[in-house]
């Protein structure tokens, strides 16, 4: 390709480029003692001369975490056919329709049933009012949560280091917001009135969003998250709930991104080990207690005790805090009988024929597939 060339004043290029040199290192030299002063300086932890984010490129959890959400990255309107969502191209619905011509006539029906309105007409049949009420109730524990897992996701951003860090994060905002306005839907579609949030959803919810640097990761990525895997784990087998299945998979990465990230950056001994911290870290966890006990009446309703399922998901939090490096064994092992006990303890107050129960050995999660998952996320056996 033949360019005319224009001429450039020599002087005027050499004056230019001095000029930029000594104003970029005093803006540099500024920022850089302000930051170190605490004082302000750099926003952006940005590494502009090597091109990544300060902290290095950290490829090995992009890989763990933005390459795989990607991949299994699913669409509202493939896995709600019923709902509003509209968010397939063109290339995946014309998949879709070929996957439709192979389907048997009674799977084509099953499929005519649950892409129509008759959505609704099924949940009636296969529940009543009272159960569709208890449903609403429990997942709404975890709606206003995914409301919250977007707003601490987002302001966790600024916290971590590497470009790899941030790209997993960047994938778990985007599902954050993908699970609230799917699952918001999804509660709608019961016709029955959505909860408000409890005071014990308001008190844990904003402990994780109020959370200071990266305690974020515990108050949302392990305590949060893990409750919500629960309560899809609980629940994705049951009819017309089956993309809570979906739900549980992103969870299930998300619960793993702590872990993860400390692989890479751990935190420091006094990060680990202060008693300030550590008791920043259980007052958020104890509004997860009464919680419980409130959701009891509509576990209830299902035939779930609600302490079996606080077992599962403490066992769960408790797994977690230790793998992340937020607990030491010692004080993971006491943490799980210091619940337990108190588990037990409200058992014997409230239900006379009670006897002691290690609750913490309870699992909720059913379905085969949503159990390896949660084996392979948490190193059961």
């Excluded at 949302?220 to 409750?227: C, K, T």
């Excluded at 751990?266 to 966890?285: D, G």
């Excluded at 609600?306 to 004080?331: C, I, N, W, Y």
């Excluded at 092992?333 to 058992?347: D, E, G, M, S, V």
Aim: net charge neutral; aromatic share 8%; hydrophobic share 45%.
């Amino acid at each position: 390709m033949e360019l005319n060339k224009l001429t450039v004043n020599p002087r005027a290029e050499k004056l230019n480029l001095e000029v930029e040199r000594l104003a970029n290192r005093l803006v540099r030299s500024k920022d850089d003692w302000l930051g170190r002063l605490h004082l302000g300086g750099r926003a952006a932890q940005y590494d502009d001369v090597h091109y990544e984010f300060i902290g290095g490129a950290a490829d090995a959890l992009r890989k763990k975490h933005y390459d795989k959400s990607l991949r299994l990255l699913w669409k509202g309107e493939a896995a709600l056919p019923w709902s509003s969502f509209r968010d397939c191209n063109e290339y995946e619905r014309e998949l879709m329709d070929l996957a439709e011509k192979n389907l048997s006539d009674e799977e084509r029906a099953v499929r005519a049933r649950i892409t129509s309105a008759e959505f609704k007409a099924q949940l009636d049949r296969e529940y009543t009012l009272e159960q569709k009420r208890a449903i609403v109730a429990i997942l709404s524990a975890i709606g206003h949560g995914e409301a919250y897992a977007w707003l601490v996701s987002a302001s966790l951003l600024p916290e971590v280091k590497s470009t790899g860090a941030k790209a997993a994060l960047t994938m778990q905002i985007l599902e954050e917001a993908k699970h609230f306005v799917v699952m918001r839907e999804l509660m709608q579609a019961f016709g029955v009135e959505i909860p408000r949030q409890s005071v014990w959803e308001y008190l844990l919810l904003e402990g994780a969003l109020k959370a200071k640097g990266l305690d974020k990761f515990f108050g949302m990525n392990v305590l949060v998250e893990s409750i919500a895997l629960s309560i899809f784990g609980l629940l994705s087998n049951m009819p017309g709930l089956e993309v809570l299945r979906l739900f549980h998979l992103d969870e299930s990465r998300h619960t793993a991104l702590p872990a993860n990230y400390f692989k890479e950056f751990p935190l420091s001994r006094w990060q680990r080990r202060s008693p300030i911290a550590r008791m920043r870290r259980l007052k958020m966890a104890l509004p997860a207690l009464p919680l419980i006990m409130l959701l009891e009446s509509e576990l209830a309703v299902l035939g779930i005790d609600a302490f079996d399922f606080a077992g599962s998901v403490m066992r769960k939090v408790t797994h977690l805090s230790a793998r992340a490096g937020f607990l030491q064994p010692e004080e993971a092992a006491a943490q799980t009988k210091l619940f337990n006990q108190a588990f037990n303890a409200y058992c014997r107050a409230t239900r006379p024929s009670h006897r002691y129960k290690n609750f913490m050995e309870s699992e909720t999660t059913t379905g085969e597939a949503e159990l390896a998952v949660e084996r392979d996320a948490f190193a059961l056996s």
